[in-house]
């Protein structure tokens, strides 16, 4: 850089825009040293995260050294087979110099081991070599640490998308027929482009993806979007179908594909500008996140990758998820969204009891939003219609979005009075007539008891009139008994004194086994009480516990074959069958 003023400062953030959570990148930093015109400067650190060099003169080098050996989404990586970052995690921000444009020279290691390296960014090049290594462009700071890095000998299939070049970048092992991932990604990416106008707000789009054995989880960006999933979710060659697994994989495509446009273009005013050194705090994440989970299933059945029948089971696993955290009556959408920063992003034994996430609930309130919509005798204004004018009047034209517009959208859209519906929905923690809203799309809305810890809903499979009996609490097996995880509040475990925390040994006497649990209470009756031993820290405690029903909060979805013609119909503009 040149002529710095007498005192330049730097940041490094505090978080990374799509993750609410103060991680204070900092911490990774091992050391910063300053130099100019050949001669060293000190630099003073002022707080968690900022450095002050002071007389530069004509020309200030700042060189920071930083461990990296975070293999998620929202970190930065380099060992002997990978590199990845995010901006976020290496680059300081000059302070008063933000908004200037920034060049990144990226520069492949001499080192055998990354002999077949190449980068994939979405970042503008400005002189790259074959591989992609040498000059960057961004345009200020803000789109330095938007454009994630994977430098690594990856697998990469390109594609076109809304008439632009997209491509899939898969790091990590993998057996996977690209070929037809990037088919399906295609079909899909089209069907958001249509959803949004059909022009998208890019040149050209890269998924980003990292192949593990275990995890699962996406960051969105303006161009890209970094996707960590198990290996096995690909297809292999000539596999047929588009198994759950699969599913997912598309899923978590499709709802960082939906970012695109809302969040990081359509922004809330508490992310305009981001400020990351603090949280910045929003009623809104439900019109962000809830949306966009809500459409990342609707778009694999608009695509045609997935038939009704799967996705009334992803919709009722989505209902599950919801119906099985008694914390949505404490909670409201709102709070959960203002509270991301402690709360979602700060889970704990009790996260279930006390609190509701803004992605499944509020994924819950844009499809009764859009039934409801739906319903309406006299209009055919549907979600797709608000979401469609909500791109053209924020994100397309860059105007922050405050708290009460996407509310006062809707009204003036549809032209009714929909303040009871957000005063419940949104402000409120009663359950949204959902039974009722279905039966007006021809559907019926079922409930029973969860088979065991695997059950994730959404299928009929397994339902019985008999009722099963529950402990009230979640647990993890250990060698000799189980470990209580999570305690429900008012459930038969929590009523008997037992914590989260406390390690089972016994029920009535007999070994107790976290998955012989359901073969082991079939001998009791509702209402039952038994002797259960646990150690709570080394102190072995005896508690009498009185057996519930289990609850009926797994949720499942079928087609009302007496439905009415009307409610057909409209089930058939809303699904398309
Ligand atoms: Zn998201």
């Excluded at 000059?94 to 190449?118: F, I, N, S, T």
């Excluded at 047929?240 to 990081?264: D, M, T």
């Excluded at 500008?273 to 459409?295: A, K």
């Excluded at 053209?392 to 979005?401: H, L």
Aim: glycine share 8%; hydrophobic share 40%.
């Amino acid at each position: 850089m040149e002529d710095p003023a007498e005192e330049q400062r730097f940041t490094l953030p505090s978080w990374i825009p799509g993750s609410y959570l103060l991680r204070e990148y900092s911490r990774h930093v091992v050391s910063v040293r300053a130099e100019s015109s050949g001669r060293a400067l000190a630099v003073e650190k002022l707080d968690k995260s900022t450095w002050c060099c002071r007389n530069a003169g004509a020309e200030l080098l700042v060189t920071i050294e930083v461990y990296a050996l975070d293999r998620s989404v929202r970190g930065a990586y380099l060992d002997g087979t990978r590199g990845f970052f995010n901006g976020t995690c290496l680059f300081l921000s000059p302070h008063g110099r933000e908004h200037e444009p920034v060049e990144l020279l990226l520069e492949l290691p001499e080192d055998p081991r990354c002999a077949k390296w190449r980068v994939a960014t979405a970042m503008t090049p400005v002189d790259v070599d074959a591989r992609g290594f040498g000059r960057y462009r961004a345009a200020d700071y803000d789109e330095l640490i938007d454009h994630p890095f994977e430098i690594s000998d990856y697998a990469v299939v390109d594609f076109q998308a809304g008439g632009v070049p997209h491509q899939l970048i898969v790091a990590g092992r993998h057996e996977a027929d690209l070929d037809r991932v990037a088919a399906d990604l295609s079909q899909l990416c089209d069907a958001h482009n249509d959803f949004f106008g059909g022009t998208p707000p890019f040149e050209h789009y890269r998924f980003l993806g990292l192949a593990v054995g275990e995890g699962y989880g996406g960051l969105e960006h303006r161009a890209s979007s970094s996707v960590v999933f198990n290996r096995k979710q690909l297809p292999r060659p000539g596999e047929p179908g588009v198994p759950r697994s699969y599913q997912r994989f598309l899923s978590l495509c499709s709802h960082e594909y939906f970012h695109a446009w809302n969040i990081k273009r359509i922004k809330p005013a508490a992310f305009s500008p981001y400020r990351l050194d603090r949280r910045n705090q929003t009623r809104l994440m439900w019109v962000f996140e809830g949306i966009t989970s809500y459409y990342q299933d609707l778009m694999l059945l608009r695509s045609g990758l997935i038939g009704p029948k799967d996705y009334l089971e992803r919709l009722g696993q989505a209902l599950t998820r919801v119906y099985r955290a008694p914390g949505r009556f404490k909670q409201s959408l709102a709070e959960a969204s203002f509270d991301a920063w402690d709360k979602l992003y700060k889970p704990d034994a009790n996260t279930n009891n006390a609190t509701i996430s803004y992605y499944s609930k509020g994924a819950l309130v844009a499809l009764a939003l859009d039934l409801t919509l739906r319903s309406a005798a006299d209009s055919a204004m549907t979600l797709d219609q608000v979401m469609a004018e909500f791109w053209q009047r924020f994100g397309a034209t860059g105007k922050p979005v405050g708290e009460d517009d996407f509310e006062k959208l809707v009204g003036e859209l549809s032209g009714r009075d929909l303040e009871d519906f957000f005063a419940i929905a949104v402000r409120g923690t009663e359950d949204l007539p959902l039974a009722e809203l279905f039966a007006g799309f021809g559907i019926k809305l079922g409930f029973r008891a969860a088979k065991g810890p695997e059950d994730l809903g959404g299928s009929k499979r397994g339902a019985s009139a008999e009722c099963s009996l529950s402990l009230g609490a979640r647990f993890r097996e250990r060698e000799i008994g189980m470990d209580l995880t999570q305690v429900v509040d008012g459930g038969a475990a929590q009523l008997a004194g037992l914590s989260p925390g406390d390690h089972l040994i016994a029920l009535d006497g007999l070994k107790v086994s976290a998955s012989k649990l359901t073969q082991q209470l079939a001998h009791f009756d509702e209402g039952d009480t038994v002797p259960v031993i646990a150690f709570r820290g080394d102190e072995l405690r005896e508690f009498s516990l009185t057996l519930q029903k289990a609850p009926l909060t797994t949720c499942f979805l079928e087609f009302d074959d007496e439905a009415e013609a009307a409610d057909v119909a409209r089930r058939e503009l809303w699904l398309g069958s």
